[in-house]
């Protein structure tokens, strides 16, 4: 069965501070995996997109890591800021069709002051 | 550069009522368009799908349907709505590039409230 999972479900940092979240997923056939950043109520936005030979990709403060051999990824935020409070969404697509998309459930990242 | 646009923002409405939600996209031509679902706690669920007007596919049996009556206006409907179908409802668009390059984005959402 075609699953994504995110991990942890929720977060709180400290403003300035790193923090990595993780996705697993057992996604077949794969084409590619995608991050993105959703604030409450709004609609999700496109942080990057790696397919199977693509390892990292960063986007300013947000890197993400692809392992196509253990099907994990990580995206990591780097110098957190207030404005990145938000739920960050895994999505992996099978098929090669945006039609063919399994989203995960999100990790709720709140930074403080 | 394209744009994404979908209303209401929010909206009551009571048991049996009908339901429009409208999303129209400007800056492109003949965009793949999706309405999906999110439900608190539980990732995005596709509801329906189109490649072009008048083609809709829909991924799940429920009680809603969807209209493609231009290139790029895509209409989420209910004639009668349930308790069940309120949600955070998202419109979106994207572009068939194969593997690599099909990104999809959204609009800002409609949270329905089924009273």
Redesign the interface.
């Known amino acids: 069965k075609n699953q994504?999972e995110q991990s942890p479900q929720s977060l709180i940092i400290l403003e300035g501070k790193n923090c990595t979240l993780q996705c697993n997923y057992t996604v077949s056939p794969f084409?590619?995996l995608?991050w993105?950043k959703q604030d409450t109520?709004?609609?999700?936005?496109?942080l990057t997109?790696m397919?199977?030979s693509e390892n990292t990709k960063s986007n300013g403060r947000y890197t993400a890591t692809l392992d196509a051999d253990t099907k994990q990824s990580s995206l990591h935020i780097t110098a957190s800021q207030l404005s990145d409070s938000a739920s960050y969404?895994c999505?992996v697509?099978y098929g090669?069709?945006?039609?063919k998309?399994?989203?995960?459930?999100?990790t709720l990242l709140a930074v403080q002051p | 550069s394209q744009t994404i646009h979908q209303w209401p923002a929010t909206l009551v409405q009571p048991v049996g009522s009908p339901l429009s939600l409208e999303c129209t996209v400007e800056g492109t031509s003949n965009p793949n368009l999706y309405w999906y679902r999110q439900a608190a706690g539980r990732g995005l669920q596709l509801l329906f799908y189109s490649v072009g007007i008048g083609q809709i596919s829909s991924e799940v049996p429920q009680n809603l349907s969807a209209s493609r009556p231009q290139d790029r206006q895509f209409i989420l409907s209910s004639k009668k709505l349930l308790l069940s179908d309120s949600g955070f409802y998202l419109c979106a668009w994207g572009e068939d590039r194969g593997t690599s390059g099909n990104t999809i984005y959204f609009g800002e959402g409609s949270w329905l409230t089924v009273v």
Do not use: E, K, Q
């Not at chain 1, 109520?41 to 496109?46: A, D, I, K, N, W």
């Not at chain 1, 998309?101 to 999100?106: D, H, M």
């Open positions: 994504v084409s590619n995608r993105y109520g709004r609609g999700p936005v496109s997109i397919t199977f969404i999505v697509s090669g069709a945006t039609n998309l399994i989203f995960g459930t999100g």
